[in-house]
T-cell receptor, first 121, second 114 residues
Framework: GAVVSQHPSWVICKSGTSVKIECRSL??????MFWYRQFPKQSLMLMAT?????????EQGVEKDKFLINHASLTLSTLTVTSAHPEDSSFYIC?????????????????FGAGTRLSVL | AQKVTQAQTEISVVEKEDVTLDCVYE???????LFWYKQPPSGELVFLIR??????QNEISGRYSWNFQKSTSSFNFTITASQVVDSAVYFC???????????FGTGTSLTVIP
């Protein structure tokens, strides 16, 4: 099956610093990746759709300047939380959409990374 | 409007019992996909199944089975002879066939007691 790697799995930082999270598709090329945020015991909230070679599409209410997304290659998308504050502490999880040819009619399946727990002090 | 409802917030069962997780969805699309994902305590979401809206056949995979009823807009998930390793949060999700957007339910936290 498709494997998505997310790094780091856990990060603690001081308020005001920036944190970069990487999301890699290891065994397939992903033109589209997604970034979600999950608060404790809640569902996943889509933050943005990351498109290779173009600007990310952000969901309503998500600050573009706060959460910078770069999708420079077909296997890597990064999310940078700029000037992080304690309210940014959360679980961030990425996913990559399977290419059509990966598993027959595997269209539209999203494979998820293991997530990154961000704690801002 | 797209919406996925998982009314059961938390379920506890004793090991070896069967358990059914409910999922009800709303959509105006005539074609769509339904999914189930498992999120163990470690955090990653594990893909379990995808179902096309035009395929109402029930599916069985080992101890897992899924019951898709288009007439009631439900896509329920049953675990037979539950095991402690089944303890996790389970998410049901809906997506368009043409778009990227996933609509997740709020999840059901399953605890299997040994």
């Amino acid at each position: 099956g498709a494997v998505v790697s997310q790094h780091p799995s856990w990060v603690i930082c001081k308020s005001g610093t920036s944190v970069k999270i990487e999301c890699r598709s290891l065994d397939f090329q992903a033109t589209t990746m997604f970034w979600y945020r999950q608060f404790p015991k809640q569902s996943l909230m889509l933050m943005a759709t990351s498109n290779e070679g173009s600007k990310a599409t952000y969901e309503q209410g998500v600050e573009k300047d706060k959460f910078l997304i770069n999708h420079a290659s077909l296997t890597l998308s990064t999310l940078t939380v700029t000037s992080a504050h304690p309210e940014d502490s959360s679980f961030y999880i990425c996913s990559a959409r399977s290419p059509f040819l990966l598993a027959g009619d595997g269209k539209n399946i999203q494979y998820f990374g293991a997530g990154t727990r961000l704690s801002v002090l | 409007a797209q919406k996925v409802t998982q009314a059961q917030t938390e379920i506890s069962v004793v090991e070896k019992e069967d358990v059914t997780l409910d999922c009800v969805y709303e959509t105006r699309d005539t074609t769509y996909y339904l999914f189930w994902y498992k999120q163990p305590p470690s955090g990653e979401l594990v893909f379990l199944i995808r179902r096309n809206s035009f395929d109402e056949q029930n599916e069985i995979s080992g101890r897992y089975s899924w019951n898709f009823q288009k007439s009631t807009s439900s896509f329920n998930f049953t675990i037979t002879a539950s095991q402690v390793v089944d303890s996790a949060v389970y998410f049901c999700a809906l997506s368009h066939t043409t778009g990227n957007q996933f609509y997740f339910g709020t999840g059901t936290s399953l605890t299997v007691i040994p």
